[in-house]
Nanobody, 120 residues
Framework: QVQLVESGGGLVQPGGSLRLSCAAS????????MGWYRQAPGKQRELVAV???????NYADSVKGRFTISRDNAKKMVDLQIDSLKPDDTAVYFC??????????????WGQGTLVTVSS
């Protein structure tokens, strides 16, 4: 069983910053990709940023230049630094990993989500 625990959400004013963290634990042999998604009220979940095992990163166009994803493979952690926040960034942010377990399966795991609210 794999668990992802997120932290760092909250209420912030427009233009402010937050840092989200996600820690993975459980029967994980290796992690391929670690990423963050978000879901705003009444909208579908969307990819925000992803970090592949080889070190490449990819961002949604709407967050490029403002969000930075970083991962620590040894600690099985992925962070999302969010700067220059806008009201449109208000959403529940979910951590996701794609990993290989000890019997060779490739699986996805999701965190429970952390709420980010951008408002003055």
């Amino acid at each position: 069983q794999v668990q992802l625990v997120e932290s760092g959400g909250g209420l912030v004013q427009p233009g402010g910053s937050l840092r989200l963290s996600c820690a993975a634990s459980g029967r994980i042999l290796s992690i391929y990709a670690m990423g963050w998604y978000r879901q705003a009220p009444g909208k579908q979940r969307e990819l925000v940023a992803v970090s592949a095992s080889g070190g490449s990163t990819n961002y949604a166009d709407s967050v490029k230049g403002r969000f930075t994803i970083s991962r620590d493979n040894a600690k099985k952690m992925v962070d999302l630094q969010i700067d220059s926040l806008k009201p449109d960034d208000t959403a529940v942010y979910f951590c996701n990993i794609r990993y290989r377990d000890y019997i060779g399966r490739t699986l996805d795991a999701w965190g429970q989500g952390t709420l980010v609210t951008v408002s003055s």
